[in-house]
């Protein structure tokens, strides 16, 4: 069993009948959606799930798992999704598949949140991993220029064929090459103010739980928010 599928079967354990349930984005959540699906169909579990982009979604409906948008439940219970990187002090990057959006509106409105990563996503402090930046595409060629002004290395994030890659809101990621993100707090109020910005992948203060696969198993760590 590969370190995402593990972490994946074992932050599903953390599901409960009648709850509303986040269902994250990216190839470590995928694991987690497809024993959610099971527990389902083997267990008799019965939840209610809320998904943070359309190819969670996707994979949601083809295991019969029930759905509700964010805007039709009260508040989500849990929501367990991946991250990119995850800081000492508890601190993410979020967004390498492009779903920082969605995935922080439901982290947001959860009681609880679990990440789940691999140990090569644990790291001292947040940058080696480009920050995504979301931006709406009208004047997003001055936020190139502002980004590059502040010393931010700004990359506009194209697919393989050299297109723009659009989020689910239509929206263009900009990269931020920054090697070391020294005041996650300082960058987050900056680039939150920012006109055309939408969102940013620092998930600053969120999390309450992260389980983190090593070769020897999962291990859980409680954060301090
Ligand atoms: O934030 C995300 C998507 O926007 C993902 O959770 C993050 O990129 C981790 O993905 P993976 O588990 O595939 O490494």
Same mark, same amino acid.
């Given at each position: 069993?590969?370190?995402?599928?593990?972490?994946?079967? $074992?932050?599903?354990?953390?599901?409960?009948?009648?709850?509303? *349930?986040?269902?994250?984005?990216?190839?470590?959540?995928?694991?987690?959606?497809?024993?959610?699906? %099971? %527990?389902?169909?083997?267990?008799?579990?019965?939840?209610?799930?809320?998904? @943070?982009?359309?190819?969670? $979604?996707?994979?949601?409906? &083809?295991?019969?798992?029930?759905?509700?948008?964010? =805007?039709?439940?009260?508040?989500? =219970?849990?929501?367990? =999704?991946?991250?990119?990187?995850?800081?000492?002090?508890?601190? #993410?990057?979020?967004? #390498?598949?492009?779903?920082?959006?969605? &995935?922080?509106? !439901?982290? @947001? /409105?959860?009681?609880?949140?679990?990440?789940? *990563?691999?140990?090569?996503?644990?790291? &001292?402090?947040?940058? +080696?991993?480009?920050l995504p930046v979301e931006v709406i595409p009208y004047g997003s060629d001055q936020l190139m220029r502002l980004?590059?002004?502040?010393?931010?290395?700004?990359?506009? %994030?194209?697919?393989?064929?050299?297109?723009? !890659?659009?989020?689910?809101?239509?929206? /263009?990621?900009?990269?931020?090459?920054?090697?070391?993100? +020294?005041?996650?707090?300082?960058?987050?109020?900056?680039? =939150?103010?920012?006109?055309?910005?939408?969102?940013? #992948?620092?998930?600053?203060?969120?999390?309450? @739980?992260?389980? *983190?696969? /090593?070769?020897? #198993?999962?291990?859980?760590?409680?954060?301090? +928010?």
């Amino acid at each position: 069993m590969n370190l995402k599928e593990m972490v994946g079967i $074992e932050a599903a354990k953390h599901v409960k009948s009648g709850m509303v *349930v986040g269902l994250g984005t990216g190839s470590t959540a995928y694991y987690m959606v497809e024993e959610i699906g %099971r %527990r389902m169909k083997e267990e008799g579990l019965d939840i209610v799930g809320v998904t @943070t982009s359309s190819a969670t $979604e996707n994979q949601a409906k &083809e295991l019969g798992i029930p759905l509700k948008s964010i =805007d039709e439940v009260s508040h989500v =219970d849990l929501t367990i =999704d991946g991250a990119d990187e995850i800081s000492q002090a508890f601190n #993410g990057i979020k967004g #390498g598949g492009a779903a920082l959006l969605f &995935e922080k509106i !439901v982290a @947001t /409105y959860s009681k609880k949140v679990i990440w789940i *990563v691999d140990q090569s996503k644990m790291v &001292e402090d947040l940058g +080696k991993f480009p920050l995504p930046v979301e931006v709406i595409p009208y004047g997003s060629d001055q936020l190139m220029r502002l980004f590059t002004e502040k010393g931010l290395h700004p990359v506009l %994030r194209q697919d393989e064929q050299k297109n723009i !890659v659009k989020t689910d809101s239509q929206n /263009y990621i900009i990269d931020l090459h920054l090697e070391q993100i +020294k005041d996650p707090d300082e960058l987050a109020n900056w680039l =939150d103010k920012q006109v055309g910005v939408v969102e940013h #992948g620092l998930f600053l203060h969120m999390v309450d @739980t992260v389980i *983190v696969g /090593y070769e020897d #198993g999962p291990k859980t760590l409680q954060a301090t +928010k």
